[in-house]
Every structure is written in C-alpha cells, then in structure tokens.
C-alpha cells in the first residue's frame, strides 16, 4: 500500500517553504513490527505516529530513505488534520494532512485508503502551511489548530467521560503600552519571548497558541487533577513575571488569565474557549495579573459588567421596585402577611431575573443600598396597608437578608431607624436568613437575634432542606420560624414526603413555626395542611404581585379552602 504525499515544510533558518513530491507505502495496525513487516518491501524509515491511547489504530507512514530525513523522530508536536496527534487516536483517512514537529513539515493525502500507488494531489494542498495553522510571528501553533484540538476533545469526552483538561486563556495586561514607548518590533519581540517561557514551561502534550494581538491560549491536557493544572498556570504567571530583556531594554508584564476546565458543561467545544475568556475578562476588571477560575454564569461577563454598572444607578433611576407574594395561614385560609421580593427592569433589557440582579448586587456591595431601600420599602408598604385596610387581619412583612448585609456591625441599627421612621412596630416585621447563612455564623445571629427580639423583629430561617441541610441543627439554630423550601416541595413523594414529615415534627417538638413554600397544587396542600403546617405561600394561592394587586386582595380577602 502506497500513498503519493506532497512534503512541505518551512526551514527555521530561512524560512522558506519547500516542498517535495514523495511516494511513501502506508501500513496501519498497533504492533509497529507487525507493520514493519507488512510493508516489508520498504528499505525506507519508518514515522511513527504514537498516540495516549491504545485503542483502534496507529498510523504508520514510511518514506523512501532521504525523503523523510527532516523527521523528528520524537513526533512530539504531530498533527493530523491540525489535531494534536499524540491526543488523537485514528486511522489515516482520506484528505487528512499531516503536519509534523519542529520542522513543519505537512503531509497531505487525497483519494481513499486504501490508495492507489500513485495518487495526484491537488495544487493548493500545501496551503496547510505555512500560516493556516501556525502564527508566523512567535512560531506558535494558531486559533485554527487550537480550534481542532477542541473538537477532537470534544469528541473524545463522549467516550472518555473522565477526561481532563484545561482550557487556558492569556492575556498581556499592556502590550499596547509596551509597542507605544519601546516601538513596535519590540512589542513583537517580546510577543515571541512569551511564547518561548510558555513553551519551555509547558509538558509535551500540552499546547500554547497565539489567538492573536496579545492573547495567547493553553490546552493542559498532561495535568492529572484540577490543583495540578492550577499550579502549572501559576507557574506560567510567575514566569511570565520575570523581566523581559529586548534590544538591551527591560520590559515587565503582567496576564490576565481565565481558566475553564473540561468538567464544565459546553454545547460546543468553542465554548470551553469563550468560557476561560470570560473568566480572562472577570480578572482583568478584579484587576489585572489575575487568575480566574471560570464558573456558569461568567459567560456573559461584558453584559454583567454593564449591568454591574447599571445596577448602582438603579435605585435612583426608581427601576426597582418590589413584588409582594401573601403568606396564608394553612389553618384559616387567610392572608397573614406577604413576602417582598425586588424586582428590576432595566431600561434596554427589561426584567432582570432576581436570581442573577442579587449575585450582581452581593457581588458589587450594592447588595447594602438596595436591601436598605427594600427594607424600608417594604416597611412603608405594609404601614399604609395596615391603614389602608385596618380590618385585614395583622398583617407582617418579610424581607430577605443576604449574608453582605448581615455582617454589617450597624445592622439592627439601621433596622432600628427604619421602624422609628416608617412607624412599623417591630413585631409586624420578619427577616429571611439563609440557612447556610446561619449555619456559618451563629454566634453573630445569636447576638443579632437577641438585639432583634428587643425589637420584636423575628428572624426566620429561609430556604430549610436545601444544601447542606442538617436537621439535628435546628435545634440549636436561634429562629421561630422555618420555611422549608419549595424544592422539596415541588416533588413530593416518597423519600421527600417523610423528609419534610420530619422537619415539621422536629419543628413542633421544637416550638418552632413552620411556613412551606412553593405551594402549587390542591394536592400538596392537602399534604402539608395534614403534616400540622402552619403557614404556606405559593403559586397554588398567589404568585408575587404588584402594589395594586396586592390592594385588591387585601380589598377583597380571598379564603383557600
Ligand atoms: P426566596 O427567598 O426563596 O424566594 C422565593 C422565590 O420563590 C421567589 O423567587 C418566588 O417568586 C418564588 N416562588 C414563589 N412561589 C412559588 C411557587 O409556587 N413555585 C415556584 N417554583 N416558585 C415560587 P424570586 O422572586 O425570583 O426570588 C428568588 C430569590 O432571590 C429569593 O428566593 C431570594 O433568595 C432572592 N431575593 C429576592 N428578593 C430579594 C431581596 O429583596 N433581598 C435579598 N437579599 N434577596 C432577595
Ligand atoms: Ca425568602
Ligand atoms: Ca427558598
């Protein structure tokens, strides 16, 4: 078996290209001498084109003695089809295009194999080099080859479930300042000595490409575990760190680099890359010569930044405002009070769910304002209520706290002032902590519970059997009331049933209030009303509405039966 193959390659010191005309046999199998043997009418060398894995097939190529002198025989640094070949694991099919170490050379194959002993191949075939698949300026592979080994990764995941790797990305921090005082050439000088430290740093195995101006990205496919890939990015930022002598002159620079690791779920294997620079775009607006891991969410960086932004305007613009869901009591059937939840429309994108509008607001601090402004809102509101409708049964009002807010030393200060100013009396005002919240610093709640308790404030530990939940805790955890959350009430049956049965049990034995919510249907509340809850709240009675809706319910009190 024989294939015709048109030899490329590009001379290191001279950078030309040559190109030479060759007709090598071709044998495939695993066991090299078993190949040798195949191809036993070769007196040629013989490439081996080694891969991780032993599975399907190894390709061999042997060429005529002199034809394929130029060959590394390390083969580190092989691709096929612009696929790390160490990686891949295939057979030789037709069009595929090799491209082989240090020296470049590409190989290109056309017609199926088996081949003919003389195949043409078509003109244009060596246009695989130079340039398609490697930046000419610092000798790195480019965008295009890290393209490929992304698909071949993606494809392999599907097989090799366990598979890991990191997709790294680079970004010089002030190249720009870089080229403007020490002039371009330097600029890229300097570009080229990076790509230098991130190959010397790098095992075989791994890839670093130039995406273009000043990012560069990694593959780490060598590491053996997230810390290990961690610990060789940090490397390469204190390698990158150390001075750069250029033209007798001292250059230092910082990267901004973004991480995303093959666990992160992808529709497509640009995403990993679009996932690390999202990741590269968080650590240079922390700061630059960052390191950011990167998590769902970051993707949209360049709209979160905006919205960041936004956000800090939002309460002056009166973009928020807030969403009132009743709380009924189960026994009654009545209204009792309402939780507030914040809602905001921004004025291009509209409603931003409140999910991502409070990790931007703990994220940025602004978190302090807007729980200041809902809380007084929210307090202002239920004054004008208990006015408005004094026939309403006493109506409370329950606000959530994040942890940012509750650290604040002046806390139940500022709770103090609110009540003072609005006129609420405490004991119409309820605060949802997060269990998790709690959990972590109960010598601090403790101490707000019992400022709180002076107020008649109760605190209510929100979101119950989520997360690390521990029922034996909440015996010693400082609140009156749960509310076990809507996830478990969403699907209850079986093992959910007898979970929240016991968090209500335990509740009781504990004299503590029990509120479910997440309320959807007849039959769940049958269920819970069964289990002894006290109080529910949930779309089976009201979602969150608006102040005007709000009236009309307290206007004319419905009763759920
Ligand atoms: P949360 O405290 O668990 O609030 C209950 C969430 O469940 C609300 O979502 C509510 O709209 C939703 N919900 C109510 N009934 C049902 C139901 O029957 N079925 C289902 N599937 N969902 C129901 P929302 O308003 O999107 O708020 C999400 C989270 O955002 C809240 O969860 C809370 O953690 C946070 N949040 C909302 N407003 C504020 C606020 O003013 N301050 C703080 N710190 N966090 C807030
Ligand atoms: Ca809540
Ligand atoms: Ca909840």
């Not at 246009?127 to 398609?132: F, I, S, T």
């Not at 961690?230 to 150390?242: F, H, P």
């Not at 800090?312 to 009070?337: D, F, K, N």
């Not at 521990?470 to 015996?475: I, P």
């Amino acid at each position: 078996m024989a294939v015709e193959l048109q030899l490329s390659w590009e001379d290191p010191a001279t950078s030309t290209v040559e190109q030479r005309l060759v007709t090598v046999p071709v044998a495939f199998g695993r066991d090299e001498q078993a190949m040798r043997t195949a191809i036993n009418d070769s007196e040629g060398t013989l490439v081996v084109l080694p891969h991780k894995q032993v599975s399907r097939c190894h390709a061999l190529i042997v060429g005529k003695e002199g034809e394929l002198e130029l060959v590394d025989k390390s083969t580190n640094g092989t691709f096929l089809n612009g696929q790390h070949f160490l990686g891949t694991n295939r057979q030789i099919q037709d069009g595929d295009r090799f491209q082989i170490g240090p020296y470049k050379i590409a190989l290109s194959t056309i017609g199926t194999l088996p081949p003919s002993p003389s195949m043409r191949l078509p003109a244009d075939s060596t246009a695989v080099l130079p340039g398609v698949y490697h930046d000419s300026l610092t000798g790195l592979p480019n965008r295009n080859m890290f393209m490929s080994l992304l698909q071949n990764l993606w494809e392999r995941l599907t097989v090799e479930t366990s598979l890991l790797f990191a997709v790294v990305h680079l970004d010089i921090d002030r190249l720009q300042q870089v080229n403007d005082s020490l002039g371009y050439r330097v600029g890229d000088k300097l570009l080229a000595a990076i790509a230098r430290r991130l190959r010397q740093r790098l095992a075989p195995g791994d890839t670093a490409v130039r995406l273009e101006g000043d990012e560069f990205a990694l593959l780490l496919e060598s590491v053996a575990n997230t810390e290990d890939a961690l610990a060789l990015v940090e490397a390469i930022q204190r390698d990158l760190a150390a001075a750069f002598t250029l033209e007798d002159k001292e250059a230092f620079i910082t990267v901004s680099m973004g991480v995303a690791f093959s666990h992160v779920p992808v529709n497509q294997p640009e995403d990993w890359l679009r996932f690390a620079r999202a990741a590269t775009n968080r650590a240079k607006h922390l700061g630059r010569g960052r390191l950011e891991i990167f998590r769902p969410g970051m993707e949209d960086s360049g709209n979160r930044l905006r919205l960041e932004t936004d956000l800090s305007r939002a309460i002056e613009r009166g973009e928020l405002s807030l969403r009132y869901q009743p709380i009924v009591s189960l026994t009654s059937g009545r209204i009792v009070g309402f939780e507030a939840l914040v809602r905001w429309h921004h004025p291009e994108t509209g409603w931003i769910p409140s999910d991502q509008l409070i990790s931007i607001a703990e994220e940025t601090g602004l978190i302090i304002p807007i729980g200041l402004w809902v809380l007084r809102t929210a307090c202002q509101q239920l004054c004008q209520w208990q006015m408005r409708f004094p026939h309403a049964h006493p109506l409370t009002v329950s606000v959530n706290v994040s942890s940012k807010q509750f650290i604040q030393a002046d806390l139940v200060a500022q709770i103090t002032e609110v009540l003072q100013k609005t006129g609420l009396p405490g004991n119409h005002l309820k605060l949802e902590l997060t269990e998790s919240l709690l959990m972590e610093s109960e010598e601090a709640a403790i101490l707000m519970l019992s400022q709180l308790r002076e107020l008649g404030v109760q605190i209510l530990m929100d979101d119950f059997g989520t997360g690390y939940s521990n029922l034996a805790r909440m015996r010693t955890l400082p609140t009156d009331v749960v509310k076990v959350d809507k996830s478990l009430i969403q699907s209850l049956d079986g093992q959910n049933l007898a979970f929240v049965r016991g968090i209500v049990a335990l509740a009781h034995s504990l004299s503590k209030t029990v509120v479910v919510e997440g309320i959807e249907t007849q039959e769940q509340l049958v269920q819970l009303r069964e289990m002894g809850c006290a109080y529910g709240q949930g779309y089976f009675f009201s979602p969150p509405v608006d102040v005007a809706e709000a009236e009309k319910l307290l206007a004319h009190p419905p009763k759920w039966s």
